[in-house]
T-cell receptor, first 121, second 112 residues
């Protein structure tokens, strides 16, 4: 098990450009999450997938943000027309679900990737 | 809406001593989880310990233990026999399987 991976690790772009990030979850984890973390703050929830279905979206996820998980495996997060305020660390996490409370140990625990640091100039 | 408050932006502890990090939360959910994660400088978020809210017994994980006070909505982390490798930003988080709300973190320094 190689853990959650994210690519690229760093991205520098000019304001107005589009960027796309990729997240590969831990294999067999059916849930995937995106968070945004700015310097000195805790992560803020952006969106959540169960398999390929996007089930939760934060109000932080403006119309310029879109996330997909087409086959229920990897996910992409795209930001269109980037703004300087989009500069942040974008974190991906994954977890697996259990059919019942107290089921498989570790169910519903989110494991995080290393993040993609976005700098918008 | 859920909120998580970490009132100690910075803490320090002498190596081999014990330190307690505080966390309070507010939630309207009846079934939820609580977590402590650590984030070393420029490194990824690592799970320290988790607690299911329906369990009364406090979780422990080696040198790490929690004091979960459900009625007071308090969830503190105790680190025993502190080691230099424990130095990191520690985040408390509350939520469901669908999303987590994080506190603003406590920067822990371990003094040799």
């Amino acid at each position: 098990d190689t853990g959650v991976s994210q690519n690229p690790r760093h991205k520098i772009t000019k304001r107005g450009q589009n960027v796309t990030f990729r997240c590969d979850p831990i294999s067999e984890h059916n849930r995937l999450y995106w968070y945004r973390q700015t310097l000195g703050q805790g992560p803020e929830f952006l969106t959540y997938f169960q398999n390929e279905a996007q089930l939760e979206k934060s109000r932080l996820l403006s119309d310029r943000f879109s996330a997909e998980r087409p086959k229920g495996s990897f996910s992409t997060l795209e930001i269109q027309r980037t703004e300087q305020g989009d500069s942040a660390m974008y974190l991906c996490a994954s977890s697996f679900s259990s059919p019942s409370r107290g089921g498989a140990a570790g169910a519903d625990t989110q494991y995080f990737g290393p993040g993609t640091r976005l700098t918008v100039l | 809406a859920q909120t998580v408050t970490q009132s100690q932006p910075e803490m320090s502890v002498q190596e081999a001593e014990t330190v307690t990090l505080s966390c309070t939360y507010d939630t309207s959910e009846s079934d939820y989880y609580l977590f402590w994660y650590k984030q070393p400088p420029s490194r990824q978020m690592i799970l320290v310990i988790r607690q299911e809210a329906y369990k009364q017994q406090n979780a422990t994980e080696n040198r790490f233990s929690v004091n979960f006070q459900k009625a007071a909505k308090s969830f503190s982390l105790k680190i025993s026999d502190s080691q230099l490798g424990d130095a990191a930003m520690y985040f408390c988080a509350s939520g469901s399987a669908r999303q987590l709300t994080f506190g603003s973190g406590t920067q822990l320094t371990v003094l040799p």
